[in-house]
T-cell receptor, first 114, second 110 residues
């Protein structure tokens, strides 16, 4: 079982819908990440939160809106997505302030845009 | 910009053989090099992390080496088992950002 929990596991939505992806960890990690992974491709970093503050935004379109309400939770709010946004969205966490700590990944949310 | 390359893209071996997976990176200014395993439809499982000051790390049947000067890392899996079948990804860590290779898809046949 993974220590990073993502919900839902699968999500199908229309281009006009608004939905949210959720990620939770209870390892005391203070850095949390969102990645996007297309089929047969490696994960690509989207956002990094450090101590609940957004520290890295990899030029992600504004239709993706991250939120970190507390140190254990990370959300990704979705609005007006495009079919090309269909992918596996992975959340990860790691210990902040300590170099050379591995990132722990959840099993992802598989998103399909109709 | 860091580029990470993995060769081969796919590998099929009979059970019991040793596996050798290669990873190369263009920028040697890294904190560490990480190896992950990904099963179909699943997230990534961290296997080994080699700090930039280290030459290798070992965990059970897994051994990973790092040569920063040549921009290379190698993952060795001894005595492969069918349960080792998965995609293996390497990632360089620079300033907390992971840059992944495209992965090597491994099939171990009984």
């Amino acid at each position: 079982d993974t220590e990073v929990t993502q919900t839902p596991k699968h999500l199908v939505m229309g281009m006009t819908n608004k939905k949210s992806l959720k990620c939770e960890q209870h390892m005391g990690h203070r850095a949390m990440y969102w990645y996007k992974q297309k089929a047969k491709k490696p994960p690509e970093l989207m956002f990094v939160y450090s101590y609940e503050k957004l520290s890295i935004n990899e030029s992600v379109p504004s239709r993706f809106s991250p939120e970190c309400p507390n140190s254990s939770l990370l959300n990704l709010h979705l609005h007006a997505l495009q079919p090309e946004d269909s992918a596996l969205y992975l959340c990860a966490s790691s210990q902040e302030g300590q170099a050379n700590q591995p990132q722990h990944f959840g099993d992802g949310t598989r998103l399909s845009i109709l | 910009k860091q580029e990470v390359t993995q060769i081969p893209a796919a590998l099929s071996v009979p059970e019991g053989e040793n596996l050798v997976l290669n990873c190369s990176f263009t920028d040697s200014a890294i904190y560490n090099l990480q190896w992950f395993r990904q099963d179909p439809g699943k997230g990534l499982t961290s296997l080994l992390l080699i700090q930039s000051s280290q030459r290798e790390q070992t965990s059970g049947r897994l051994n990973a080496s790092l040569d920063k000067s040549s921009g290379r890392s190698t993952l060795y899996i001894a005595a492969s088992q069918p349960g080792d079948s998965a995609t293996y990804l390497c990632a360089s860590d620079s300033w907390g950002k992971l840059q992944f290779g495209a992965g090597t898809q491994v099939v171990v046949t009984p």
